[in-house]
Structures are given as C-alpha cells and as structure tokens.
C-alpha cells in the first residue's frame, strides 16, 4: 500500500504538512463525494469556519504500482484546492489534510488517529455553512438588482427556482433580504425596481415568494400596486399561482372597488380582444358591477353564474336567457342539440323552474312540433 503521509513528509515542507495533519486530526475533513471520474473524489475541508474544495484521485487505486515513487511528483499536477495558498504555491495543508483521511481510510496500518466528532455534526455544520454562503451570494445578486436597471433575471431566476424547490430551507435569506428591501420602500423608482424583481421571482418562485413581497406591496405606492395586481391577474390566469391560488382569490376580492374597477379597465385596453380574460376578473374578484352592467356581452353560462351571484338579477336573467334560447331553437339542425340542451339544464339546475323558464320551453315545444326529440325532453323539464 502507498503511504501518503510517508512521501509527503519526505517532500513537503514540515510545516505545511504539520498543518495538514492538525486540520485532519481535529475532524476538519468532511466525508468524499466520488466524482464522475474513476477514483476522483471531492472534500471538503473546513479549518477555523473556512471552507475549502478539494478535488483528487485517490492515487493508490488511480497509479500503477511501479510508479508509487512518484507519488508526490502526481499528486503535485493533479490534486487542487481552491484556498489561496494553492494557487499561488501548490500543495496546501487542506490537501494534506484530505491525504491523511485517504491514508486512514485505506491504511490500517497506520498510526494516524482521528479525534472527529460524530459524522453528523460535521455534516450539519458543512452544510449550514454552505447554505450560509450562498445565501450570501443570493444577497448580492439581489442587491445588484436593486441597484441596476438590468432587466436580465437569469440569476435571480436560478434563486426563486432553489426556493421553490427546498420549501422552509431559506428563511434567512428572506430575514436578510428584507433588510436590503427595507430602505428602498417609499421611493418610487426603487419601489419600481422591487416590483420587478418580486413578480419575476413570484412567478418562477410561487408562494414563498408571493408570501414575502405581499406586506411590502401593499406599502407601496397606489399606482404600483395597481401594476401588481394587474400581473398578479395575469398569472392566476396562466395558471401559474399553484400553491397560492385561494390566497391570490381572497386578496383580489378584499381589494377596494375603485381598484378592480382600475385593474379591469387596464386588463379592457390590453386584451380587448380576450373577453373571456377579463370577464373572468369580474367573477373571480366579485365585481359584478361591470358584469351587471354588460349584461349583452355575457355568454348564457356567465349570465346563468352571474345571477347565482346576484340572485336580485333574476327575473332580467330569465327574460334574456328566454329571448336567446326562443331564437337559437329555430337555427337548430336536426339531431343537433346537445348545447342547446344544456343550458337548458343549467338554467334549471342552477336557478330553478321560474314561470319564465316554463313558459319559454312551452314555446319551443309549439314552434319545433316536427324536433321530436328535442321536445320529448324538453316536455321532460317542465
Ligand atoms: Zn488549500
């Protein structure tokens, strides 16, 4: 069997590997993880709270035999270690410390003893401190979009996708990013810019995100508001607010009149031509003004569940569902019936038998003697 700790201490200078056997000793060297490579493995080295990559190839299974002798000259080109020292001089103590665990690991023999504590809290610490690091970096990301124009979301894509999918994990950022947040709000071209980031990262984020930016919205400036239950709409609509739909429901519909009226006369000039986008505003937040207002431009069905909502409306309702249905039966093609005869249903499931209702399919009955089947069943309903 090779010795590490026997050519390094032939070859290295004694105080970097005194070094490296102390940071081993102490429990320093996290568990490997195998790389994709045969024999190559990753450590990480922690030493006083710092952190250090280590990369090598476990060089007793990875060198032939007869090359053992040169054992330090390959550790030498190919082990690395991202600390300082390594990229200025070479071998570094952390690689030392990564070569007396290989050496214990596979060297009964030897005398090296680890004074570790348990595996466990190794690993915990390992990755509390990572985690603390790249909330760090998710921090300046943030910042420097706060403090740029940059409509460039790539990394803070990267982020809201991390949240997202490690629910309950990064609480600290959000405590650390309302920090930053914190003093841009009441300004508002940064409030422009927090708006930005919060519905990009709402959108590929979902509900933590959504749960995070809502306080602070809501202390923004009125237009700005507007502009992000405007984009709070557009997304129930894509279906995009799974896991905080009812939430998004329940703040449309607690919003002040006067601001569905503003959203729906935004979202009237944008998608003229999607009716169904912005009528479904109307239902969804419960403003049934401008619905009871347009009451010619809803289709049977948005009449129908309107009226459910607005019970006061019902004898209007019928008599237009009467007039509709009274001229949609004489364009009725043989055999054809099915939607006819399902607002028919509706109309009856939904808001009961009015006389209205009875006497309209009486008519139809009468005026279509030769539409035998549709009549049977319509004779059926009353
Ligand atoms: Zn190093």
């Not at 237009?223 to 429901?249: H, P, R, S, T």
Request: charged fraction near 25%.
């Amino acid at each position: 069997m090779l010795s590490y700790t026997k050519f390094l201490k032939d070859s290295l200078d004694p105080s970097i590997y005194n070094q490296g056997l102390r940071i081993y000793l102490q429990g320093g060297v996290s568990n490997p993880t195998s790389l994709v490579l045969d024999n190559w493995r990753l450590y990480t080295v922690i030493e006083r709270n710092y952190y250090h990559q280590v990369k090598l190839p476990l060089l007793h299974l990875a060198l032939d035999q007869s090359k053992f002798q040169d054992a330090y000259k390959c550790i030498r080109e190919v082990a690395q270690c991202d600390c300082e020292y390594f990229a200025e001089h070479g071998l570094c103590r952390h690689i030392v410390a990564v070569l007396a665990a290989i050496e214990k690991e596979f060297n009964q023999t030897t005398e090296l003893t680890r004074q570790a504590p348990p595996k466990e809290d190794i690993l915990d610490s390992i990755f509390t401190a990572q985690k603390v690091k790249v909330h760090r970096k998710w921090l300046a990301t943030m910042d420097t979009l706060l403090q740029s124009a940059s409509n460039n979301y790539y990394h803070l894509d990267k982020i809201s996708k991390a949240v997202k999918e490690e629910p309950g994990e990064h609480g600290d950022f959000f405590q650390q990013l309302s920090t930053i947040l914190e003093p841009h709000v009441g300004l508002y071209s940064k409030e422009k810019r927090i708006l930005k980031i919060a519905l990009e990262s709402i959108l590929i984020g979902k509900y933590q995100f959504w749960n995070f930016f809502l306080p602070i919205v809501f202390r923004f400036d009125e237009d700005l508001q507007l502009q992000f239950w405007i984009n709070m709409w557009k997304f129930y609509w894509m279906g995009a607010c799974e896991g905080y739909k009812d939430d998004v429901v329940s703040h449309l519909r607690e919003l002040p009149r006067d601001q569905k009226k503003q959203v729906l006369e935004a979202l009237l000039q944008e998608y003229a031509r999607q009716k169904e986008l912005y009528l479904e505003f109307c239902f969804v937040s419960r403003y049934y003004i401008y619905l009871m207002e347009n009451k010619e431009v809803l289709s049977e069905t948005d009449l129908i569940r309107l009226t459910e909502h607005v019970p006061d409306m019902r004898e209007d309702t019928d008599i237009v569902l009467s007039g509709h249905l009274r001229t949609w039966s004489d364009f009725l093609k043989a055999g054809e019936y099915q939607d006819f005869l399902k607002i028919v249903h509706l109309w009856s499931d939904k808001l009961g038998k009015s006389e209205i209702f009875v006497d309209t399919l009486k008519y139809i009955i009468r005026s279509h003697p030769k539409k035998k089947s549709l009549t049977r069943k319509l004779q059926d309903l009353i």
